[in-house]
């Protein structure tokens, strides 16, 4: 029992999947897709430790070879054939390094499912979302629909984030690719969950569409993106990812509700 315990508190620390106060790296990935947004910025950031190390030794070297106290007569260094040959050619090599995959990973976010298990739509309006499952149509021909509202900061629950929880969670199974297809009711608006990697725009009078495909279960909170007035702050995203079992029995419910 103690060590569950100690089990859960670990995985509830070890796991990131809201902002955290002083954050200095990405929320833990949630999906393939982040994953790979991940693994590119490292890399990256491989290439930009080589980058800094090298010019920072050709900085304290030139000021080391140029100064008047240490080295009176200085070198007289005009041009180098080589050091230019290699300046041009290295810095391309590394750009080409790095566009290879930044053009492979583009390429898989702009894909879109052509056969989705699930579609959701996502609607913007100030100041709350409306989510539509249309795969689930009850018998009057209505689509299962909710709006999310935010929880007020003066009325969380105890364990609920302040101005990141909401009144009615978007539940997806997880291991499931899903279709996103997000529009706006009013004002541009934007749907982004930071751990799942997927940020789409809502612009009005079109309907933008992506995929996500959530690999474990949890919580996964996102916010609006779009500056758009005075609440713009109070529009989270809440994503819960359950098993399938869980998901089919939600689905279930909620159709009974809006039956009855």
């Known amino acids: 029992m103690i060590l569950r315990s100690l089990s859960c508190r670990f995985l509830t620390i070890a796991l990131c999947d809201a902002a955290e106060p002083w954050q200095l790296g990405s929320q833990d990935a949630a999906t393939p897709m982040m994953q790979g947004i991940i693994d590119l910025h490292h890399d990256i950031f491989f290439f930009l430790i080589l980058i800094l190390v090298f010019v920072s030794r050709m900085l304290v070297r030139a000021l080391w070879h140029f100064n008047e106290q240490t080295n009176p ?30 053009f492979a990973l583009l390429y898989s976010m702009d894909g879109v499912l052509v056969d989705p298990a699930i579609t959701i739509k996502a609607i913007g309006h100030q100041w709350y979302r409306t989510y539509e499952y249309s795969d689930y149509n009850s018998s009057d021909e209505q689509s299962l629909t909710f709006d999310s509202y935010t929880i007020p900061e003066d009325d969380p629950e105890l364990g609920q984030s302040r101005l990141l929880e909401v009144d009615n969670r978007v539940v997806v199974p997880a291991k499931t690719h899903l279709r996103m297809i997000v529009t706006p009711a009013d004002v541009p608006h934007s749907w982004a969950v930071p751990s799942s990697g997927v940020k789409c725009d809502a612009v009005p009078g079109r309907s933008n569409l992506t995929s996500i495909s959530v690999q474990r279960e949890g919580v996964y909170y996102g916010q609006c993106s779009e500056i758009r007035g005075t609440n713009h702050a109070f529009t989270p995203i809440v994503v819960e990812a359950v098993t399938l ?16």
């Open 73 to 102: 007569i200085p070198q007289r260094i005009v041009h180098g054939t080589t050091i230019e040959i290699i300046r041009t050619i290295f810095p391309s090599v590394i750009l080409l390094f790095i566009a290879i995959p930044s």
């Open 245 to 260: 079992k869980d998901y089919a029995d939600w689905v279930s419910n909620q159709l009974i509700l809006q039956t009855n």
